[in-house]
């Protein structure tokens, strides 16, 4: 189970290669690597010597052991033998004026009468001063580990040659331990204070470094990451404990390795490798036995304790505690802890481990209540942490009962703050806590599935919901709870499955509704109302959702709007909001500003982003900001409310796919569909790829758009809202941008049959789309555009569509004034969006604009022309072209970036597209980042950083940035806000970029067209 590859240590590696470059010049010096057992000092001395040996260094290694007397020099003799063993050190050596010495540290090399010399760390040191002195090689590398077992003489000799090496061609790296006193650890550091050597400490890998490294001994396998989530959780970063670890799971069975890869079992646990635990329990015996039972006592409490409950747990005095820990302090198993006062740590969570696996489980069991006791004693009412931290010492005492009631305890107060993740997990907890507890009281266990499926429920986890409801409703029923609990884990339910499944959510409903009936209980049925309501706006039962809702508001605002009856109102405002939303907007904001008041005085923090997430939607619609809604976003995800987050995430990339910055509205696509797929949400997660099939429709990238529809339909087979999605916005985006205009016309009348199927609201892209391609195909136009505005596509960017279809047919019906107006308001309407859909409509209506005499096709023309250059979608900027020379207008020329060129760098050479790249780096961002915002690679960014740093003559980037303000002073000063704006990414400009990259010049795309101007590719662009 070993790494194959070095996992991080850029910095330590660094470090190193400059020693080592500093020792070829023939300044030589010393390095110390020094850290925790099994942290990587080895393997970075191993790392130095392949590089040494490449550079044709000669190697010589020696390591210290620990045996009953340590031999003295032995690492010296080591090292001096091994080069004797290779060749390095020759008999003539012997006959060298320290050849006794050598003589008598290396027996192979002396004749019998030198075999005894005396030899001192003084000669010693010169004597291999000499031997490392090398004889044509590039320099010499001396490595020496584990120092810290070393005898004193050795320390003396290293402490000698350390001041020797500032003129010589040797690096001598040394590896040490700090986890202990040492002779060897004093003595580098008095070395390291008088500045005769360097010292790094090696530190522990990350979190990420851990999984790279699993994944790399795991034959970069994926499973790497759920492996170290679930074995390498308390491994510290220590490299040694990942290989260990890994190597124990493999051996137990819990990893396995099958023809497809790597697997982790269920059911099988991975005890703490001997290897550590060994050591662990070692440096315990030595502290004596009192004071192991006082530090056995605090790995009990945790990997952190509070030491002053030390004495009510362990049952000794303060002073005894003290001298226990003073000691445990010097040995460096503990160590203070950031809590402050009061607060130690176990440096390592594996030698905690190790300590508590070797106590027997009676004895386990007892400290451990007694620490739970002595939490609870000192901490009444358990606040914050405490409740858990004591659940789990009650756990490990096998009293399940109290730890499951604790849990609970704790879950709900979780529920309360909001933070659903942590809520489910400590419930789920519970529930395992009370399985294992002998006679399990049935009222705790009905109190916990219930908060259990609240949690879930607000989690929106459909998945594990659905099997632990019925279960829930059972066991309230067999604890004899009152049966309006029954009622409200129903509804719980109901609601939560209303979207995903409506036949689920009307079983439950209608076993509530049974409840409530029987019980007469005005509560209970106003409460069914609301969630029948809610249930009844997700199937698209508009009317009947509002009238429901109604009455249940009625309902709680007569009852005063607190405690239960601000909950109704909350959940019914919110039905209200949505239903208003279809049709006249403030009315929906007040209804939604009413919840979110509401939500305000409740302590409820779920309920709060619930009212956010509305009045966020509502900003989307009326304006396009989407500033609350990614808070909103933001706040569900920090929450773990993941049905919320995906939906606000869907919402989000269907509004910034309309946008500039399709980066933005990617990565929200994605995340949405990993965390739909994460919860089994199929329709979001069908919604979500629909949307990516938009995204590569923009970019022209048919193909992607087609996989990316098909991934979609294939979430949800024969779904109307996700065909009408696929069909009519993803395919038929991807053929208008590539201008091929009659297919976009089958796709969205095939998109639009399914739109018909789907719920009403939904697919307000594809009627937008329908209505202007049937307009100017001048098939129904009229009637197309009626039915997009009963579909309720009068919102927004498709209102923009339909104002430019109407501009149309009134072109047509000869009213050209009003089709200008109309052309107009398209126009307006487009404005908060990506430019490039206003150039687009243009393209599709310029003939009837040009025909009927309204708009200014000519200008509308050439703007279109210069977008579409700049965004690559090379074949509209034809098509735009086209239209102005059939007009007989000027045709602007081709240019494939954003940026204007400032005369001294066209000089140079350098192209728009190399001035947007340039620009975007002057403001300080990463290639990635600069990749991300043009659409391109980050290949191909580093291609046009290259040649703008041949074409300017420059040292490399970072020069290139640095004078940036001599090349051109308009690049640092004055905002580059337009370019911020409307940067316009698109996969057709790279391609384009990539193969002007290739064939060393700019060639215009249009050569076709305007071959005498394409000559003059770099002149300067004509403003239009
Ligand atoms: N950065 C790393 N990447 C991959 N593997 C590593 C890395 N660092 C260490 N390892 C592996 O972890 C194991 C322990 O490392 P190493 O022996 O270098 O630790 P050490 O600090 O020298 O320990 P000790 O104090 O016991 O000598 C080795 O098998 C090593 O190959
Ligand atoms: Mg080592």
């Known amino acids: 189970m070993r790494s194959p590859v070095l996992v991080g240590r850029r910095p330590e590696l660094h470090a190193l290669v400059s020693a080592l470059d500093r020792a070829e010049a023939g300044a030589g010096g010393a390095l110390f690597l020094t850290g925790d057992p099994g942290v990587g000092k080895s393997r970075l001395a191993t790392e130095i010597s392949s590089l040494a040996s490449a550079r044709g260094f000669a190697r010589y290694a020696g390591c210290a052991v620990q045996p009953a007397s340590p031999l003295p020099f032995g690492p010296v003799r080591e090292t001096l033998r091994a080069a004797w063993r290779t060749g390095s050190l020759d008999k003539t050596a012997g006959d060298s004026p320290y050849g006794r010495v050598l003589a008598s540290l290396v027996p192979e090399l002396a004749l019998p009468r030198q075999r005894h010399a005396e030899v001192n760390p003084l000669t010693v040191a010169e004597a291999m001063l000499r031997v490392l002195g090398p004889a044509g090689s590039a320099g010499s590398l001396l490595i020496l580990e584990d ?87 308390g491994c510290d970063g220590l490299p040694f404990a990942v290989e260990e670890i890994l190597a124990a799971a493999v051996a137990s069975g819990e990893l396995e390795h099958q023809m497809d890869g790597w697997h982790l079992k269920d059911g099988i646990s991975t005890e703490i490798p001997a290897s550590i635990v060994g050591s662990a329990r070692h440096r315990l015996t030595a502290l004596g036995p009192q004071a192991a039972e006082i530090i056995a006592a605090s790995a009990v409490f945790g990997r952190q304790f509070d030491w002053t409950l ?35 740590r176990f440096r390592h969570n594996l030698t905690r481990e190790a300590i508590i696996s070797g106590l027997i489980p009676a004895d386990l069991a007892r400290c451990s209540a007694a620490a739970a006791a002595a939490v609870e004693a000192a901490h009444p009412g358990l606040p914050g942490a405490w409740c858990e931290w004591t659940a789990r010492l009650y756990g490990a005492a096998k009293l399940h009962a109290r730890a499951a009631l604790l849990l609970l305890e704790a879950g709900g107060r979780a529920l309360f703050r909001g933070a659903l993740g942590n809520a489910t997990q400590t419930l789920s907890a519970a529930r395992s806590e009370l399985r294992r507890a002998k006679s399990p009281d049935p009222t705790l266990a009905a109190d916990i599935d219930e908060a259990l499926v609240k949690a879930l429920a607000l989690t929106g986890d459909f998945q594990r919901l659905a099997p ?52 007469g209980n005005p509560v209970t049925s106003t409460w069914v109302d609301a969630v029948a309501a809610r249930c009844a706006i997700d199937t698209g039962d508009l009317n009947g959702a509002e009238e429901l809702a109604r009455r249940s508001l009625a309902s709680a605002e007569a009852a005063g709007l607190a405690g239960w009856a601000a909950d109704v109102a909350f959940e019914s405002l919110e039905v209200i909001g949505r239903r208003e939303r279809t049709r006249d907007i403030p009315a929906a904001r007040i209804a939604f500003e009413r919840g979110a008041k509401i939500a305000e005085r409740e302590e409820f923090a779920v309920r709060r982003i619930r009212a956010l997430h509305e009045l966020g939607t509502i900003d989307m619609l009326q304006g396009g900001d989407t500033g609350r809604l990614s808070e909103a976003s933001e706040m569900a995800r920090h929450a773990g409310a993941i049905a919320q987050s995906i939906t606000i995430d869907l919402q989000l990339a269907n509004i910034w796919c309309l946008g500039p910055d399709l980066a933005r509205a990617w990565s929200a696509a994605r995340r949405c569909e990993q ?93 937008a789309f329908h209505a202007l391609l049937q307009a100017v195909a001048g098939v129904e136009g009229r009637r197309a555009l009626e039915r997009a505005r009963a579909a309720g596509a009068a919102v927004g960017w498709s209102q923009a569509w339909l104002a430019y279809a109407a501009a149309v047919l009134d072109g047509r019906a000869g009213n050209a004034s009003h089709a200008a107006a109309l052309a107009d308001e398209g126009d307006e309407r487009f404005r908060p969006y990506a430019p490039w859909w206003n150039h687009l409509v243009r393209r599709l209506v310029v003939e009837d604009a040009i025909k009927d005499g309204w708009g200014n096709p000519a200008t509308w023309m050439r703007e279109a022309t210069r977008e579409f250059d700049a965004t690559g979608h090379r074949r509209l900027a034809t098509a735009c072209r086209g239209v102005l020379r059939r007009s007989g207008e000027r045709v602007p020329r081709s240019g494939r970036g954003k940026a204007q060129v400032p005369v001294q760098l066209r000089r140079l050479g350098v192209t728009s597209r190399e001035m947007d790249v340039f620009v975007l780096a002057v403001q300080g961002l990463s290639n990635t980042d600069i990749a991300a915002r043009l659409f391109i690679s980050a290949k191909t960014v580093e291609t046009h950083i290259a040649s703008l740093v041949a074409k300017t003559g420059r040292d490399g980037r970072r020069d290139l940035v640095a004078n940036a303000g001599r090349l051109a002073w308009s690049l640092v000063v004055g905002p580059h806000t337009r370019y911020h704006r409307a940067a316009v990414p698109c996969r057709a400009a790279a391609a384009t970029a990539v193969r002007a990259a290739g064939s060393g010049g700019s060639p215009s795309p249009l050569r076709r067209y305007s071959p005498r101007r394409s000559r003059r590719g770099q002149q300067p662009r004509t403003s239009p």
């Open 468 to 519: 632990i409801v019925e279960e829930a409703v059972g066991r309230l029923e067999a604890a004899r709870t009152e049966p309006r609990r029954r009622a409200r884990l129903l509804l719980m339910a109901a609601h939560t499955e209303s979207e995903r499944d409506p036949a689920v959510a009307a079983a439950h409903l209608a076993a509530a509704r049974a409840i409530a009936d029987r019980l």
């Open 147 to 233: 120092l810290h077992l070393a005898d004193p003489g050795t320390l003396a000799t290293v402490d000698y040659i350390t001041d020797n090496l500032g003129d010589r061609p040797i690096l001598c790296v040394v590896t040490l331990r700090d986890d202990e006193p040492s002779a060897g650890l004093d003595m580098i550091r008095m070395i390291y204070a008088r500045r005769s050597a360097d010292l790094m400490v090696v530190p522990r890998l990350s979190e990420a470094e851990v999984e790279e490294m699993a994944s790399a001994c795991l034959d970069g396998d994926p499973v790497a990451a759920a492996a170290a989530g679930r074995l390498l959780g």
């Open 310 to 344: 030390l004495p009510a747990i362990a049952g000794v005095s303060e002073l005894d505690v003290i001298a226990a820990l003073t000691r445990a302090r010097q040995v460096q198993l503990i160590e203070p802890d950031e809590r402050g006062h009061g607060w130690l």
């Open 675 to 767: 965390g739909a797929s994460l919860i089994r949400a199929p329709r979001i997660e069908a919604m979500a790829l629909a949307a990516q099939s938009l995204i590569y429709g923009v970019r022209a990238d048919r193909e992607g758009a087609r996989m990316a529809a098909t991934r979609a339909e294939n979430a949800l087979p024969g779904d109307p809202e996700v065909l009408a999605a696929t069909r009519g916005h993803g395919r038929v985006a991807a053929s208008l941008f590539a201008d091929d205009i009659q297919q976009a016309l089958r796709d969205s009348s095939a998109g639009i049959w399914h739109a018909e199927q789907a719920p009403p609201q939904s697919p307000g892209l594809a009627w």
